[in-house]
């Protein structure tokens, strides 16, 4: 439980503060202060009180509002993790630690001084190696940062299509495109940080990655030949082959330029079609509407997400588009886009006409890996891989590319979020190094639509029944999703505590039992 310390801390004569009695942090508890307009968080951990910067590094929530777990809080918002210990970021989508401060307790007080303690300096020995990371979203630039942070010393290269630095990818279709302040941190870090950390950007088109020579050929005429590398090339968009698909103001989203384009042509149009109603379509769909736009959503199912979530979900997300004017055409295809030189219109399958001076197309990726060379893929384009994210002598894959054992040992499967390819950059980066870092994290991701935030904890490709806690009305729930029994995802909706509790629950690998997994929420309230 997060509580408020004793209120009114003062400041001592030599510099440090006196933040309250040593009673007033119990072990489970999370006690947010403020010592001199700075957020810190308390917690006890047997006979220490530890104390660390109260505010989440990424998007800037209250961590006092978040949920303990052992020796790490989980952020209420994005769930990013952190070492109460040392601060360190445990788990994304924070790719900063928190600074943590020295503390005592002095004559039964809490004595804390603001001065930081200095962050740990990895030694790194000289190292004739060369590392190369293909890709510098999410996996590529998590796995660059945990090589150097771990201590790796040889020649690193991160090599990428885009010029722009690393940067938030999920800020494009829910905060770029409306115009809404979106507080996550884009980009990832800034230039400075690659060059004091002597890693090489890099960018090019790559022509092939020969798995069996250890090379990486350019569309220059140069190559790269790496002692270790990681595949993170992502995903490329599809696009439904019909008439007019290339017209102007027909687009897809996947990059910073996409979105740019995206965004100077909303600013021209009025009426927008967004064809899918997958968690970019959407997401594309409630940004435009915020800019003003009259948009219609295309879609195969009779609800949004009606794959991933199932249609009872779905249709809460359908209420949310509606009562903010989105005309939702369910059960439709696209027959054609429509115009001479630039889209006007999107005809469907049924012979209707929708008015459109802009299209966005959602229609999933393909992962990118057509140059891969060496490695048998599977049917839809993904490198298998082992639990250590392995794919072949001295190369790895992760992000959208990687088809992984989910947990470590379960079905081969590919997940398309921001946050769980973060994890295998990082777990990547750790085998790279030959260290025994297993990927069995819990898969995590969020979507939003109007400042509205959806939490999914888990993985169900399939499920028996979805057992509803809360108002799918409101909305203001939990949902389990349930296979033989055993509840194997869980979605949230303005559940902030019950989402971060339920991650901790999953890391405990129990077959949970809805009964059981909704009392063990209620008892961490």
Do not use: N
């Amino acid at each position: 439980m997060a509580e408020e310390a004793e209120t009114g801390p003062k400041r001592r004569p030599d510099g440090l503060w006196d933040v309250g009695p040593a009673t007033a942090v119990a072990d489970d508890q999370l006690v947010g202060v403020e010592l001199d307009g700075q957020k810190v968080l308390l917690a006890r951990s047997g006979g220490l009180i530890l104390a660390v910067a109260g505010t989440c590094p990424h998007a800037g929530a209250p961590l006092a509002e978040g949920v303990r777990c052992g020796d790490r809080v989980i952020c209420p918002w994005h769930k990013a993790s952190f070492d109460l210990r040392s601060g360190a970021v445990v788990e994304p989508p924070a790719v900063d630690a928190l600074p943590h401060y020295p503390t005592r307790i002095e004559a039964g007080r809490i004595i804390v001084s603001l001065q930081a303690m200095p962050a740990p300096e990895p030694q790194a020995a000289h190292d004739d190696r060369c590392f190369v990371i293909l890709g510098a979203g999410a996996a590529g630039q998590s796995a660059a940062q945990t090589l150097r942070e771990e201590g790796f010393g040889g020649r690193l290269v991160m090599v990428s299509h885009e010029a722009e630095l690393p940067y938030d990818r999920t800020v494009l279709s829910k905060y770029k495109l409306s115009g809404e302040p979106g507080a996550e941190k884009s980009p990832l870090h800034e230039a400075e940080f690659y060059e004091r950390h002597r890693i090489e950007r890099r960018r090019a088109e790559i022509v092939e990655v020969d798995a069996t020579s250890a090379t990486v050929h350019f569309a220059d005429g140069t190559s790269l030949t790496y002692d270790a590398a990681l595949l993170a090339t992502g995903g490329i968009p599809k696009t439904p082959k019909r008439p007019g698909i290339g017209l102007r103001g027909v687009f897809v989203l996947r990059t910073a330029a996409d979105a740019d384009a995206i965004l100077a042509a909303a600013k021209q149009a009025k009426r927008a079609v967004v064809v899918g109603a997958g968690f970019i379509s959407m997401e594309v769909a409630a940004s435009l509407r915020e800019r003003g736009l009259e948009v219609t959503v295309v879609m195969p199912g009779a609800t949004p997400f009606e794959k991933p979530l199932g249609p009872t979900i779905g249709a809460v997300f359908a209420r949310l588009h509606q009562k903010q004017g989105i005309v939702l055409r369910a059960r439709e295809e696209v027959a054609a886009f429509e115009g001479d030189s630039a889209v006007t219109a999107v005809r469907l399958v049924s012979g209707e006409h929708l008015p459109a001076d802009l299209v966005v197309i959602g229609g999933g990726i393909s992962p990118a890996t057509g140059m891969l060379r060496g490695v048998t893929l599977r049917e839809d384009g993904g490198v298998p891989v082992d639990r250590h994210l392995r794919a072949a002598d001295r190369l790895w894959a992760a992000g959208d590319v990687a088809a992984f054992p989910l947990y470590g040992d379960g079905e081969p499967i590919r997940v398309e979020h921001w946050r769980v390819a973060q994890q295998h950059g990082r777990h990547a980066a750790l085998g790279m190094l030959g260290r025994e870092a297993p990927y069995v994290s819990v898969p995590v991701f969020w979507t939003i639509h109007f400042l509205k935030r959806l939490d999914y904890v888990g993985h169900a490709r399939e499920w028996d029944d979805i057992v509803v806690d809360g108002d799918l009305e409101k909305p203001e729930f939990i949902a389990l999703y349930v296979k033989a029994g055993r509840v194997d995802a869980v979605i949230g909706w303005d559940r902030d505590k019950d989402v971060a509790r339920a991650i901790c629950l999953f890391e405990e690998r129990r077959e949970w039992q809805s009964g059981p997994f909704l009392a063990a929420l209620a008892e961490g309230r």
